[in-house]
């Protein structure tokens, strides 16, 4: 079955905990990227990667820092998380070329950040 | 000016009514446009490609407007599984030759028995 898979799908932390959310992806697309979503604002991308190696940053990158080692992984680490990181974040796969946008997302990750 | 804006509702409507919303863009060198649903605290899925021929899947038909610079999503015949946040997404090349991807906040569409 097709799928983006996150984990974990809820976290609780303290402020200054350096953490770690994964990303995998079974389809073989190039293209990924994270999102947060908050009320009022809707998804805003933080960071995307068009392939191994090749990241660049999206519309709110600050305290966040993505790395693609690999194909079908792609993990949004937070070095030292403050509490307006708390939100809903998710990550999306798709093809490369910008008609096919990212068809597949996660189920979300919801961190709260105390 | 947001790169995307959409009403965000709520448009509350009976069932069997039809419904539109309507999406707009300010970057002319966007390329590819796209709806989404987004059901409450879950992930958003993919609805339905925009075409500037217009397209249709079953009660939903899709349109572009590039002169105008907006999209739109009618939904015919209201179910109440209808109900959900419609995401406008638009696509384009950035400097880089990478796709840009911008989402809209999101229309709020409740169907009222």
């Known amino acids: 079955e097709a799928q983006v898979t996150q984990n974990p799908r809820y976290l609780i932390t303290v402020t200054g905990k350096k953490l770690t959310v994964t990303c995998s992806q079974n389809?073989?697309?190039?293209?990924m990227s994270w999102y947060r979503q908050d009320p009022g604002l809707g998804l805003r991308q933080i960071y995307y990667s068009m392939n191994v190696e090749v990241t660049d940053k999206g519309d709110v990158p600050e305290g966040y820092k993505v790395s693609r080692k690999e194909k079908r992984n792609f993990p949004l680490i937070l070095e030292s998380p403050s509490p307006n990181q708390t939100s809903l974040y998710f990550c999306?796969?798709?093809?490369?070329?910008?008609?096919?946008?990212?068809?597949?997302f996660g189920q979300g990750t919801r961190l709260t950040v105390v | 000016r947001k790169e995307v804006e959409q009403d965000p509702g709520p448009f509350n409507v009976p069932e069997g009514a039809t419904v539109a919303f309507n999406c707009t863009y300010s970057?002319?060198?966007?390329?590819?446009f796209f709806w989404y649903r987004q059901d409450c605290r879950k992930e958003p899925k993919l609805l339905m490609s925009?075409?500037?021929s217009g397209n249709e899947d079953g009660r939903f038909t899709a349109q572009l407007n590039r002169a105008s610079q907006y999209i739109s999503l009618l939904i015919r015949d209201s179910k109440l599984s209808d109900s959900a946040t419609y995401l406008c997404?638009?696509?384009?090349?950035?400097?880089?030759?990478?796709?840009?991807?911008?989402f809209g906040t999101g229309t709020k569409l409740q169907v009222i028995p």
């Open positions: 999306a796969s798709g093809g490369r070329d910008a008609r096919y946008t990212e068809a597949f």
């Open positions: 997404v638009v696509n384009r090349r950035n400097s880089g030759g990478y796709q840009k991807v911008t």
């Open positions: 389809m073989n697309h190039e293209y």
């Open positions: 970057n002319s060198a966007s390329q590819s």
């Open positions: 925009v075409y500037s």
